[in-house]
């Protein structure tokens, strides 16, 4: 069934997945934190995308730059200058909105007032280093981070000894102080980004730029699980394009508000490592050995969001079913929620759960089993309330299996594992239950 927004934002909270960041203080617009669910989820997709660019590849490395930088390379990037938004303010009420999310740029929506005349905001956070706030001690949150992968491209040249083409990938946190976040947090003041800086030779990008955007698609599809029928692949048009950019395209999710960017590829030209030889008065040249020739590479940008990256996985997941679900084992009469995520990506891979919690030996036996299990999994221990209600419980959350002890494993030592989607139940020895886990959550 078709699921509101209003629905998925009220399970995060409900379920431990985001918080209104300050919640007991009224909140801080455009600001959230992940629970203890969405921690978790957001920790798998991040393990996810590194295992994917970094890991699995011999021409790309890893790099954590810091947040607060020499504020000369912002003015090397063209952030200082040119990174804004038009801004329009109501002159009877004060409230201020993008002027290019208007419907009418002369009329106030929240009360109908005239708008004043667009003007450019920037969107940077600005800060000051050492004790004296002044001109000379600005600094500013950094908007984005590739800029910190551009000014480290020379050292990881020199001492990684890298041959193009190459990548220098980052996960980090980035700031824009936008006029209205908004849509829950698909748009924030404080985000997380996931990039890849791909350094090609000059005539070697246009192939390179469309196998990046096969193989992000490919990612977000086999890797993260999400259905191919909600990502499509839009091409900016030029007049969208940024000037230094040769070409753009936005991967997009069909949210319940509609389809969105969730990821940008684009192919930057050399325009990045040439503004910053020019600024920082550094060579930042290629020599290629073979050909003997000095040159500044292109570079091919994937970037994506990771909380937009979250929301998507948790819109394309989350199930309503009407009347619940039944099998020869189980039946569910009333309406039930199911998380079918990834079982990669599910916070909490298998819940332990003793049949009754008033008989020590069940109990004592269900601890054995959650110490064992624990060591190679995120679990949960639960022993409250009835046995289909824990299952449902799980289920909304998205945890794959459940494994109930009971009166026959205190003969037998084996258990009951459910899986998730089916429902289906069977009894697996204890000594095998590891290995059968692994197997189904890593390999099927």
């Known amino acids: 069934m078709e699921n509101s927004f209003e629905k998925i934002v009220s399970f995060c909270k409900r379920r431990g997945f985001v918080f209104p960041s300050s919640d007991i203080y009224g909140g801080l617009g455009g600001f959230y934190d992940f629970g203890p669910l969405g921690v978790e ?24 730059s810091s947040i607060i930088m020499n504020p000369n390379i912002w003015k090397a990037s063209g952030h200082t200058e040119t990174f804004s938004d038009p801004l329009s303010e109501c002159k009877k009420c004060h409230k201020r909105f993008r002027s290019d999310h208007l419907e009418d740029p002369k009329k106030c929506p929240e009360c109908g007032g005239e708008m004043m005349e667009p003007r450019n905001f920037n969107l940077m956070f600005k800060t000051f280093i050492g004790p004296v706030e002044d001109s000379t001690a600005i600094a500013y949150l950094r908007p984005e981070t590739a800029q910190g992968i551009f000014v480290n491209y020379k050292n990881i040249v020199d001492t990684q000894r890298m041959k193009l083409p190459f990548g220098i990938a980052q996960i980090g946190k980035a700031f824009r102080n936008e006029i209205t976040p908004g849509n829950f947090i698909f748009r924030t003041r404080e985000f997380e980004q996931m990039e890849l800086e791909y350094f090609v030779k000059p005539g070697t990008e246009d192939k390179i730029f469309e196998d990046w955007i096969k193989e992000r698609m490919r990612w977000y599809t086999e890797e993260l699980g999400i259905k191919p029928e909600n990502l499509r692949v839009r091409r900016q048009e030029k007049d969208e394009l940024a000037h230094y950019a040769k070409g753009c395209v936005d991967i997009e999710y069909r949210f319940p508000i509609g389809w969105s960017e969730i990821e940008g590829i684009a192919s930057r030209a050399d325009f990045d490592l040439t503004q910053h030889q020019k600024f920082s008065g550094q060579d930042l040249t290629y020599f290629e050995d073979d050909t003997k020739e000095k040159y500044i590479p292109y570079v091919i940008e994937p970037s994506c969001g990771v909380e937009r990256t979250i929301l998507a996985v948790l819109c394309d997941a989350y199930e309503e079913i009407e009347g619940g679900r039944t099998t020869t084992t189980e039946s569910v ?54 046995i289909g209600r824990r299952y449902r419980r799980h289920d909304e959350i998205g945890t794959p299996f459940a494994v109930t002890i009971d009166f026959d494993t205190l003969e037998k030592n084996d258990v009951t594992l459910r899986n998730r989607d089916t429902m289906q139940q069977e009894r697996i020895n204890i000594q095998d239950l590891t290995q059968r886990i692994k197997k189904e959550i890593y390999e099927n």
């Open 333 to 386: 009469k009333e309406k039930e929620t199911l998380l079918r995520i990834n079982k990669k990506l599910a916070p909490i891979k298998v819940a332990i759960l003793p049949l009754v919690k008033n008989k020590p030996d069940i109990t004592n036996k269900a601890r054995e089993v959650y110490g064992m299990l624990k060591q190679n999994f995120a679990c949960s221990y639960d022993e409250v309330g009835a």
């Open 41 to 64: 989820l957001k920790k798998n997709i991040k393990d996810s995308w590194w295992r994917a660019m970094v890991q699995r590849r011999e021409d790309v490395v890893g790099l954590d």
